[in-house]
């Protein structure tokens, strides 16, 4: 039997900033105020995540310049990590870089082979302002770190060169949501 609610379940589902929007390369400010309006954020980002079948989601991909991330993330042994960092810091990356795939809810539908660390430790506060640390391997620290570029005002692209990168772009100028900054309905076809 599960303790609490389901994360996201009384959230309500925001749009999403797309690649282009001026929010995505600006870094986000610190948290000060931990109150309610700090959990109904939380609540809805997970809701936002859930509806976009993603795995991560920051604060500014929804419009918000708050240092806060959510995640629902499988590591490389398939264990669930679950939860949210206030105010987080990446301290530590380290161990062997993989180059492997990544995608971003911000660029979607598009990826590219990524350099991360195998390893990565956050450090930042719950809601309560309790501090907390999160370790990550494998996937689950690509996550980690994918999300705190977030907050530092980078996104993945940032970290992909040469070819790839030439690929990845001329992808982005095909999207069909290029040139948009926030996530908008197809128009309605009319015959």
């Known amino acids: 039997m599960r303790n609490g609610s389901i994360p996201g379940s009384s959230g309500r589902v925001r749009p999403m900033r797309l690649l282009g929007d001026p929010g ?4 986000c400010e610190d948290v000060t105020d ?5 959990a109904q954020l939380v609540e809805d980002m997970f809701a936002t995540m859930y509806a976009a079948a993603g795995v991560g989601l920051a604060a500014n991909q ?6 806060v991330f959510v995640y629902d993330c499988p590591d490389d042994e398939d264990r669930r990590h679950l939860g949210h960092l206030v105010n987080p810091r990446l301290i530590e990356a380290d161990g062997v870089t993989v180059r492997g795939p990544e995608g971003c809810l911000s660029v979607p539908g598009i990826e590219a082979g990524t ?5 990565a430790v956050v450090e930042g506060f719950t809601l309560d302002g309790a501090p907390a640390r999160v370790t990550g391997t494998g996937f689950f620290a ?7 570029d977030h907050l530092d005002g980078g996104l993945y692209l940032d ?3 040469g070819l790839r990168r030439r690929r990845a772009l001329r992808a982005v100028r095909r999207a069909p949501w290029a040139g948009r900054t926030e996530e908008q309905p197809e ?4 015959a």
Request: aromatic share 6%; charged share 25%; hydrophobic share 30%.
């Open 62 to 67: 929804i419009g918000v310049p708050l240092r």
């Open 34 to 38: 931990f109150g309610d309006g700090l």
């Open 159 to 161: 970290h992909v060169t």
């Open 115 to 119: 350099p991360r660390f195998d390893r």
């Open 187 to 190: 128009p309605a076809r009319t």
């Open 142 to 148: 690509r996550c980690l770190q994918h999300e705190c």
């Open 24 to 27: 995505l390369g600006t870094p």
